[in-house]
């Protein structure tokens, strides 16, 4: 007799279908397509559109703002969830508001924020030109902006895990006189680790493909300030389709590694991984 509580089989195979079909309609699809469109016109082409100089600063500018805001939103998303769940304060429920901040806020806002903030008429404005420093238009601002959009990621991963994990261990282990540094390292670090991993692994997958804030405090200037998902747009406008697409198709291939780790990570950690996201 069939279970009651179970759906249909047919149910069960239509709805697979169709998760199939649409991932494949707005995921595989459009892949495939950049990546043809990358190599319409040769290996040769898509090669010279990399190593381009314009493309080659890109790249590096895309890389160095992903080294740098990788570890800085590690170590605040870490500090952050160890205040939220080990420590019961005023204001903690605003707290947790705030992180998801940058979810609900469109990236051009913050980047605008920005401009309000370090722009010629903003608030750091005379302190800025006092020691003569440049952050809007040029890589520190870049930086900012990526570092407020990447946030969250690390951060939201931890808190759901280290709630659920509760404080006992690291309270046994300071009873049995262990140093704060110590107990993080041999208690709580291992117990996180796989979460702290995937969260820094979605920071640097939206690090190098952030667009709309860094858009808005870049200045699109070539070689300098234009990151990789620039650097696709003003070929694309200039009708550079082809180079367009080939650097494209290496932003989807710097995706595909996020992937492939992600799926390893889920492979070999998934019941960690799946306790952190259980309460999202």
């Not at 149910?11 to 995921?27: R, S």
């Not at 990236?107 to 008429?121: I, N, S």
């Not at 690390?154 to 404080?167: D, F, K, N």
């Not at 309270?171 to 993080?184: K, P, Q």
Request: some cysteine; hydrophobic content about 60%; overall charge positive.
């Amino acid at each position: 007799m069939r279970d009651p509580l179970q759906a249909p089989r047919w149910v069960h195979w239509t709805l697979i279908a169709l998760a199939m079909l649409v991932v494949a309609f707005l995921l595989v699809m459009p892949l495939a397509m950049v990546l043809g469109a990358a190599f319409r016109e040769g290996v040769g082409v898509w090669f010279a559109a990399l190593v381009e100089p314009d493309a080659r600063a890109a790249l590096r500018l895309t890389l160095v703002t992903a080294a740098i805001v990788i570890p800085l939103n590690a170590f605040f998303g870490m500090a952050t969830a160890w205040a939220v769940t080990r420590f019961e304060f005023r204001g903690k429920q605003v707290l947790l508001a705030l992180i998801d901040l940058p979810f609900a806020v469109s990236p051009v806002v913050a980047g605008l924020c920005l401009v309000l903030l370090f722009g010629r008429e903003g608030w750091f404005a005379d302190l800025l030109a006092r020691y003569n420093v440049q952050v809007l238009f040029a890589p520190p601002a870049i930086v900012l902006a990526t570092l407020f959009i990447t946030f969250p990621f690390v951060a939201r991963e931890l808190i759901p895990l280290m709630e659920q994990q509760g404080a006992e261990e690291e309270l046994a282990a300071r009873s049995l006189g262990a140093g704060a540094w110590h107990v993080f390292r041999r208690v709580t670090l291992p117990n996180i680790k796989w979460a702290l991993l995937y969260g820094v692994l979605l920071c640097g997958a939206r690090a190098m493909g952030e667009f709309g804030a860094v858009s808005v405090v870049s200045g699109h200037i070539r070689g300098l300030t234009n990151t990789l998902p620039l650097h696709i747009e003003i070929l694309y406008n200039e009708f550079h389709a082809t180079a367009a697409f080939a650097v494209a198709s290496l932003l989807a291939a710097l995706a595909l590694v996020t992937l492939v780790v992600r799926f390893w990570l889920e492979a070999r950690h998934g019941d960690a991984l799946a306790r952190a996201h259980r309460r999202h």
